[in-house]
């Protein structure tokens, strides 16, 4: 059973590539966008600041480039330029009233020009992502860990960026 496993996957695998694309090389982003990396890891850190229920700063040089936005396709890994550059922080155990004001935070953004996405994985209430015309999104997450834990993320995030 292995063996006709093995096989099928090794004949599919192949075929699989013709669905892969590499995705926009940085030149060509560069010459269809004018966002480049410094603008959108300020617009990412700004949007934290935004949606976070701390009052705080977040330092452009903690904004990660994350992942590229091209795919090899020998071994399916990202790889960049261009990025997506973007900031998360996760919460374990945060109080009820850290979540409700992440929450109105998040949508207080609509007024900033983002909408509510619908199909957000998971059942929680408290996971939603938020977009604007630009691509650039906020979002939260909440999950159980198997400890019994609550981790609750934040996350701000740009479309693909040229250097």
Do not use: H
């Amino acid at each position: 059973m292995r063996t006709i496993l093995l096989i099928g996957a090794i004949l599919i695998l192949p075929s699989c590539s013709a669905f892969i694309t590499e995705g926009p090389s940085n030149d060509r982003l560069a010459t269809a966008s004018d966002l480049r990396v410094p603008e959108a890891t300020q617009i990412v850190a700004d949007n934290f600041e935004l949606i976070s229920p701390k009052t705080r700063s977040v330092d452009v040089s903690s904004v990660q480039l994350g992942n590229g936005c091209r795919t090899d396709p020998e071994t399916l890994k990202t790889y960049g330029p261009p990025w997506t550059p973007n900031y998360r922080e996760v919460q374990r155990n945060p109080s009820q009233e850290y979540i409700d004001q992440a929450l109105a935070n998040l949508e207080a953004m609509t007024a900033r020009g983002f909408t509510r996405q619908a199909g957000m994985p998971g059942a929680d209430p408290a996971s939603r992502v938020y977009r604007d015309s630009r691509g650039f999104a906020v979002y939260s997450s909440q999950n159980t860990t198997v400890r019994g834990e609550i981790e609750f993320t934040l996350y701000s995030s740009a479309p693909c960026t040229a250097e």
